[in-house]
């Protein structure tokens, strides 16, 4: 058998058996890999508290027959400690590794998608910005080729009013190509910033409801994506 090291996110984790769990992480060099972590639930082990989700971990695998690797050292890189302690924080933290671990594939290396889940979870443990996860789901579109159009109208490229978010489109309409749901102008600034490379401007000076506008909408055109990405792969299958 042999035997690689990387590094990566802990993005979920399943029992196995009386002590073991299967750990699922993101990894730079080896995209999304599933590996065993034997004795992991005993009091004892030897990986302590590392294979939680959120740990970011230096590794070494066993390469297994199957597609289950096993881990056979785990040392820790961030704690991101601040996540564990604030159950909010890490719901929200734990919304962005469901989302890396929707859009990553096993074995496909995705070194982009890993550094920026290692750089919002490393943004979240250090301030308690309510942008964050909406930044990284809109970045982490981009990322897939489905970067929204914020800066004008999907239709006729006027620059606004930008009034509404037209998902089948991708993108924002102006007043008199309205359609889907409906946008504030401060929500447009805010989308503009998150994708316009001002990520900082957009977490640190909005505040209020725009907050929950912006998520709710991000999260929709997340979900929409993913749906359809999801969609087009089963049709692939079928063929
Ligand atoms: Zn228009």
């Known amino acids: 058998m042999g035997l690689y090291h990387d590094r990566g996110v802990v993005l979920r984790t399943y029992k196995l058996g009386e002590a073991d769990r299967i750990v699922v992480f993101l990894t730079r060099g080896h995209g999304k890999v599933r590996a065993v972590a034997k004795g992991v639930r005993k009091t004892k082990s030897r990986f302590g508290g590392r294979l939680e989700p959120t740990s970011h971990v230096d590794l070494l695998f066993y390469e297994g027959r199957g597609d289950l690797d096993i881990v056979s050292q785990a040392e820790s890189v961030d704690h991101f400690r601040p996540l564990r302690d604030d159950l909010d924080r890490l719901g929200r933290a734990i919304a962005m590794l469901e989302a890396a671990d929707q859009l990553s594939m096993e074995r496909e290396v995705n070194a982009r998608l890993y550094e920026m889940l290692v750089g919002a979870l490393r943004t979240l443990a250090h ?111 079928r063929t």
């Open 127 to 237: 301030q308690d910005a309510p942008m964050v996860v909406p930044g990284f789901l809109l970045k982490a579109l981009a990322l897939e080729g489905f970067r929204p159009q914020v800066e004008s109208c999907v239709v006729c490229e006027s620059e606004g009013p930008l009034v509404s978010w037209a998902m089948e489109e991708g993108g924002l309409r102006c007043t008199t190509h309205r359609l889907g749901p409906a946008l504030t102008a401060e929500a447009v600034v805010v989308l503009q910033d998150m994708l316009g490379g001002r990520l900082a401007a957009a977490l640190n000076e909005h505040r209020g409801p725009v907050v929950s506008e912006v998520d709710h909408l991000v999260v929709r055109a997340f979900e929409h994506h993913v749906e359809r990405r999801l969609r087009s792969v089963s049709a692939l299958h």
